[in-house]
T-cell receptor
Framework: GAVVSQHPSWVICKSGTSVKIECRSL??????MFWYRQFPKQSLMLMAT?????????EQGVEKDKFLINHASLTLSTLTVTSAHPEDSSFYIC?????????FGPGTRLTVT | SQQGEEDPQALSIQEGENATMNCSYK?????LQWYRQNSGRGLVHLIL?????REKHSGRLRVTLDTSKKSSSLLITASRAADTASYFC???????????????FGQGTILTVHP
């Protein structure tokens, strides 16, 4: 099946710094990718839709200036958490749709200290 | 966004037993999907059932969908210790027959299968 990778798999950063997370579709092109966030022992919540060549669309309550999304190519979307705070610590997962299925990346564990 | 409800929140069984998890949702759907997540890992797609289907099988998995009650169930037969994971249902908001849409996830069921 199709493969989606994420990098890094985990990251620890200090409060106030920015962190970039990459999501790549390895063997297919994805004009659309989705970013989800999962807090410990909770479900996944959709944050935003990443659109190749255009602006991302954000779900209600998600700050677009804090979570910058860039979908510069058909195989890469990046999520940058700017001025990270401890409450941003979470598991971030991307997905890319293909006909009949969505493929999820392995996730990135972000810890802000 | 609306979140579906799943029950039970946690399920503990012995190897060989069957495990049944239920999911309810609130809006009209195009399809409903079940995913598995091992602790701290990504999601694995298990099965997709379309809104015009009532039951679907895949190996030891059986999924039912009742659109009149806005509910679905996932049955895992003859469970194994390796089935221990969290299981989520997800509904696809986008119209059409394929899974291209934004997914709304249920709260999940934590399944523990004891050897």
């Amino acid at each position: 099946g199709a493969v989606v990778s994420q990098h890094p798999s985990w990251v620890i950063c200090k409060s106030g710094t920015s962190v970039k997370i990459e999501c790549r579709s390895l063997d297919f092109q994805a004009t659309t990718m989705f970013w989800y966030r999962q807090f410990p022992k909770q479900s996944l919540m959709l944050m935003a839709t990443s659109n190749e060549g255009s602006k991302a669309t954000y779900e209600q309550g998600v700050e677009k200036d804090k979570f910058l999304i860039n979908h510069a190519s058909l195989t890469l979307s990046t999520l940058t958490v700017t001025s990270a705070h401890p409450e941003d610590s979470s598991f971030y997962i991307c997905s890319a749709p293909q006909p009949g299925e969505q493929y999820f990346g392995p996730g990135t564990r972000l810890t802000v200290t | 966004s609306q979140q579906g409800e799943e029950d039970p929140q946690a399920l503990s069984i012995q190897e060989g037993e069957n495990a049944t998890m239920n999911c309810s949702y609130k809006t009209s759907i195009n399809n409903l999907q079940w995913y598995r997540q091992n602790s701290g890992r990504g999601l694995v797609h298990l099965i997709l059932i379309r809104s015009n289907e009532r039951e679907k099988h895949s190996g030891r998995l059986r999924v039912t969908l009742d659109t009149s009650k806005k509910s679905s169930s996932l049955l895992i037969t003859a469970s194994r210790a390796a089935d221990t994971a969290s299981y989520f249902c997800a509904t696809d908001r986008r119209a059409g027959g394929t899974s291209y849409g934004k997914l709304t996830f249920g709260q999940g069921t934590i399944l523990t299968v004891h050897p």
